[in-house]
């Protein structure tokens, strides 16, 4: 992807994740961490413009990770933290323009998490970074070797606890909700949505399970040797990959031949080269 054009969708992004912090999250008044929450909890206390509290944070987080981060790390987030707050500036009184009906705070949080995921998840994709408290937890982390997750679930622990301080107890509750589904969305927008399973198989009845799976299925397999738990009995992995929709008629025809099988399912994320499927038994 040219520079240009990641720029440019970033831009895109970051106008969206504006949006919907002025239209959802602002008015509901849900501090779910972060700069965001920072700046709902002074613009309820002392009346300061988000954008202008955000302006003020992003310039010290700014001079912090090129003073400890170098020139390398800041220009990954420069961007945002440069272009967010005007887009959070220009799309203030949008909220005034939108006919949202704000009685329904739990599909408005769902809707928030699904969204800011999804731009947050883009952002890192693109290869770029937000800023914000994250630069505290890199800094953190390069000099006191703490874990950046940790540290950054600290911090928006925090920021979350005293918006539920100030704004009560329910607010906890919804920013719980906005934080799990936006790691949730942003995993996905990361790792993208699994399309094959993997699945390790450990039977007494190899022969069968190989001629079934290679000849019937057509699917590659691959054997991996194993020591049972019992040192004299020695057994054979195997590993199959098939398809998320098609998974469940593999695992079915190979309980069919040993019931006594053993098998792990997980998601495979990627999958390049191998046996292609061509069609499946009637089971």
Do not use: W
């Not at 961490?33 to 988000?50: A, E, Q, V, Y």
């Amino acid at each position: 992807m040219k520079t240009i054009t990641k720029y440019i969708l970033l831009i895109i992004t970051l106008l969206i994740s504006a949006i919907i912090f002025n239209v959802l999250l602002l008015p509901l008044e849900i501090v779910a961490g972060g700069t965001n929450g920072l700046s709902i909890i002074t613009k309820h206390l002392f009346n300061i413009d988000p954008s202008l509290f955000m302006i003020i944070i992003y310039g010290i987080l700014c001079l912090l990770s090129l003073i400890f981060l170098g020139k390398k790390e800041t220009s990954f987030a420069i961007v945002s933290m440069i272009v967010y707050p005007l887009f959070v500036k220009l799309t203030a009184d949008l909220n005034i323009y939108l006919n949202i009906n704000y009685e329904d705070p739990l599909m408005l949080c769902l809707f928030y998490g699904i969204i800011g995921g999804i731009c947050t998840g883009f952002v890192f994709k693109l290869g770029f970074n937000q800023g914000g408290i994250s630069i505290i937890s890199q800094i953190l982390n390069k000099y006191y070797h703490l874990s950046i997750s940790k540290t950054q679930f600290i911090l928006n622990f925090i920021i979350v606890i005293i918006g539920g301080y100030i704004f009560g107890v329910i607010n906890v509750m919804y920013a719980i909700i906005i934080l799990y589904v936006n790691s949730l969305i942003i995993d996905k927008v990361l790792l993208g949505i699994s399309r094959n399973k993997v699945l390790y198989l450990v039977t007494a009845k190899k022969e069968a399970i190989k001629d079934y799976i290679m000849n019937d299925l057509k699917l590659g397999l691959t054997i991996l040797d194993k020591e049972g738990n019992d040192k004299e009995d020695f057994k054979d992995a195997m590993m199959v990959v098939t398809s998320t929709s098609d998974y469940f008629k593999v695992t079915e025809g190979i309980k069919l031949i040993d019931p006594e099988i053993f098998f792990v399912v997980i998601d495979a994320y990627q999958v390049d080269g191998g046996q292609v499927r061509h069609n499946f038994p009637n089971i």
